[in-house]
């Protein structure tokens, strides 16, 4: 086998549909939940002959929140380009998109250089599920689409998931779409070469429409182990657009690979040329003090203010509801950890058998009084469980419901006494491997006292006792 070394040079462009009440160009309904049909469209989105399409300015707004949050810098001069290319979920025959003065230039993302983020149409959805023909349903055309463009600067599978699904979070925090990348709402398309020079790109194969961070990772690695598979038996690899098959895990082809110039691209004459430092609320400025605190702010923070668990701390940022409910929770610095050990265990396991995001009649002063009570010794770690489950079902008063379910850890000497003896005698052979030097044996009989009290005893009192005893 060949001993060659060859790099791998990945660059990423990423569509995601923005919220917004309606279309990019016209007044219909932009509502990606919508099952019937060609219900949401007018002759603008339709395409048809002398209809003047207008812009969203909710759209644009969008896409600069987005470019001042990765720290690129804001057009002065934009426009929006005709992008010229025949296929049935285009009316037009064109689509309107950005190419050469594009909202936002440069920027950074997860440590990945951006060339450009702009702004364009979404096209009609074909449909081959019924008979020997194709439907198209026009509610999706036009919908307010980003395009993000990553310079060429991976060079792992790993990188791009993880990019990926940063951008997907910020697009949420921003609150510019939601981002579902299994409804179609953002997708991902990689181009990837291969080269034995690391400053040398290789032949370009654009891999498009994927739909999961898995597939993107998958996607990525196939395509280049195939690269370098063709390269290693002397074959050239050709420019061109593949698709990928879930189902068999590998690529397949389906077009020689456009340039730029095959678009014939031109501005568009129907819509005005925007100068976007004559609109006050399109400074950058201005568009900095809309912004909420992003995602890697709020891991700094989670990490240095409340310390907890670089996992925790990630899995929080992820999920805005499981983050607005700790922060609630949390009233004491050194209670962070153990409110986010069970918010993110206990609560989250009762979420997934509910199949709900609901934290149920559960509110955050209950897991903070939980906390308290571990802390002074009132609550062992299976009686905040079951407290945790019983609130969650049927909120009520933290300790008064601990009291009523007989979960109050007990530690009293005297009554823990009584309840050790007997389980000293009732297991004769445990207690005599631990007197011949068995010492792990002392934690059965701890289990079996915590058994006894219903896991109401403070497991180190017991243990504790049951030492002195045994002695």
Same mark, same amino acid.
């Given at each position: 086998?060949?001993?060659?070394?060859?790099?791998?040079?990945?660059?990423?462009?990423?569509?995601?549909?923005?919220?917004?009440?309606?279309?990019?160009?016209?007044?219909?309904?932009?509502?990606?939940?919508?099952?019937?049909?060609?219900?949401?469209?007018?002759?603008?989105?339709?395409?048809?002959?002398?209809?003047?399409?207008?812009?969203?300015?909710?759209?644009?707004?969008?896409?600069?929140?987005?470019?001042?949050?990765?720290?690129?810098?804001?057009?002065?001069?934009?426009?929006?380009?005709?992008?010229?290319?025949?296929?049935?979920?285009?009316?037009?025959?064109?689509?309107?998109?950005?190419?050469?003065?594009?909202?936002?230039?440069?920027?950074?993302?997860?440590?990945?250089?951006?060339?450009?983020?702009?702004?364009?149409?979404?096209?009609?959805?074909?449909?081959?599920?019924?008979?020997?023909?194709?439907?198209?349903?026009?509610?999706?055309?036009?919908?307010?689409?980003?395009?993000?463009?990553?310079?060429?600067?991976?060079?792992?599978?790993?990188?791009?998931?993880?990019?990926?699904?940063?951008?997907?979070?910020?697009?949420?925090?921003?609150?510019?779409?939601?981002?579902?990348?299994?409804?179609?709402?953002?997708?991902?398309?990689?181009?990837?070469?291969?080269?034995?020079?690391?400053?040398?790109?290789?032949?370009?194969?654009?891999?498009?429409?994927?739909?999961?961070?898995?597939?993107?990772?998958?996607?990525?690695?196939?395509?280049?182990?195939?690269?370098?598979?063709?390269?290693?038996?002397?074959?050239?690899?050709?420019?061109?657009?593949?698709?990928?098959?879930?189902?068999?895990?590998?690529?397949?082809?389906?077009?020689?690979?456009?340039?730029?110039?095959?678009?014939?691209?031109?501005?568009?004459?129907?819509?005005?040329?925007?100068?976007?430092?004559?609109?006050?609320?399109?400074?950058?400025?201005?568009?900095?003090?809309?912004?909420?605190?992003?995602?890697?702010?709020?891991?700094?923070?989670?990490?240095?203010?409340?310390?907890?668990?670089?996992?925790?701390?990630?899995?929080?940022?992820?999920?805005?509801?499981?983050?607005?409910?700790?922060?609630? +929770?949390?009233?004491?610095?050194? *209670?962070?950890?153990?409110?986010?050990? #069970?918010?993110?265990?206990? @609560?989250? $396991? /009762? &979420?997934?058998?509910?199949?709900?995001?609901?934290?149920?009649?559960?509110?955050?002063?209950?897991?903070?009084?939980?906390?308290?009570?571990?802390?002074?010794?009132?609550?062992?770690?299976?009686?905040?469980?079951?407290?945790?489950?019983?609130?969650?079902?049927?909120?009520?008063?933290?300790?008064?419901?601990?009291?009523?379910?007989?979960?109050?850890?007990?530690?009293?000497?005297?009554?823990?006494?009584?309840?050790? +003896?007997?389980?000293?005698?009732? *297991?004769?052979?445990?207690?005599?491997? #631990?007197?011949?030097?068995? @010492?792990? $044996? /002392? &934690?059965?009989?701890?289990?079996?006292?915590?058994?006894?009290?219903?896991?109401?005893?403070?497991?180190?009192?017991?243990?504790?006792?049951?030492?002195?005893?045994?002695?």
């Amino acid at each position: 086998m060949s001993e060659k070394k060859y790099y791998p040079t990945i660059g990423l462009e990423v569509h995601a549909e923005l919220k917004t009440n309606t279309k990019m160009f016209c007044r219909c309904k932009n509502d990606p939940d919508e099952e019937k049909p060609n219900s949401n469209v007018c002759p603008v989105c339709m395409g048809h002959p002398g209809t003047l399409p207008t812009i969203n300015k909710e759209a644009v707004k969008h896409v600069l929140r987005m470019g001042v949050a990765v720290g690129g810098t804001i057009a002065d001069f934009t426009e929006f380009d005709r992008k010229n290319y025949f296929y049935p979920d285009i009316p037009k025959g064109y689509q309107i998109s950005q190419y050469k003065y594009p909202l936002i230039s440069g920027g950074e993302l997860s440590g990945v250089a951006l060339t450009r983020i702009h702004l364009e149409e979404d096209t009609a959805t074909s449909k081959h599920d019924e008979g020997d023909y194709s439907l198209v349903d026009f509610n999706r055309s036009s919908v307010p689409l980003m395009e993000l463009v990553t310079e060429p600067v991976i060079h792992d599978a790993e990188t791009a998931g993880k990019f990926a699904k940063e951008l997907q979070l910020l697009l949420r925090y921003l609150g510019a779409g939601d981002a579902n990348m299994e409804k179609g709402e953002m997708r991902v398309e990689a181009n990837i070469s291969i080269s034995e020079d690391p400053k040398v790109f290789g032949t370009k194969v654009e891999v498009k429409n994927l739909n999961s961070f898995k597939a993107v990772e998958k996607a990525i690695a196939y395509e280049t182990e195939r690269h370098r598979l063709l390269l290693e038996n002397g074959e050239k690899i050709s420019q061109e657009t593949r698709g990928w098959d879930e189902n068999t895990g590998k690529t397949f082809s389906q077009r020689k690979k456009e340039d730029s110039h095959d678009y014939r691209y031109f501005p568009d004459p129907d819509l005005p040329k925007l100068k976007l430092r004559e609109v006050e609320e399109f400074l950058p400025e201005n568009i900095r003090a809309t912004l909420p605190e992003l995602p890697w702010q709020k891991r700094k923070r989670y990490e240095s203010h409340f310390g907890i668990k670089k996992d925790d701390v990630d899995m929080l940022v992820s999920n805005a509801h499981l983050a607005d409910f700790f922060e609630k +929770a949390v009233n004491k610095k050194e *209670n962070a950890q153990t409110i986010s050990n #069970y918010l993110l265990s206990d @609560v989250v $396991s /009762i &979420q997934k058998g509910n199949n709900t995001n609901s934290f149920g009649s559960l509110i955050p002063k209950n897991l903070s009084e939980i906390a308290e009570m571990i802390g002074d010794n009132l609550l062992s770690s299976r009686g905040a469980k079951d407290l945790i489950a019983i609130l969650y079902t049927n909120g009520g008063e933290t300790k008064e419901t601990a009291e009523k379910n007989g979960l109050i850890q007990k530690s009293d000497p005297e009554a823990l006494k009584a309840v050790l +003896a007997e389980i000293i005698n009732l *297991n004769p052979k445990v207690v005599e491997e #631990y007197k011949a030097g068995k @010492v792990a $044996s /002392i &934690q059965f009989l701890v289990g079996q006292g915590m058994k006894a009290t219903k896991g109401s005893a403070n497991p180190k009192m017991l243990q504790d006792i049951l030492i002195t005893l045994l002695s």
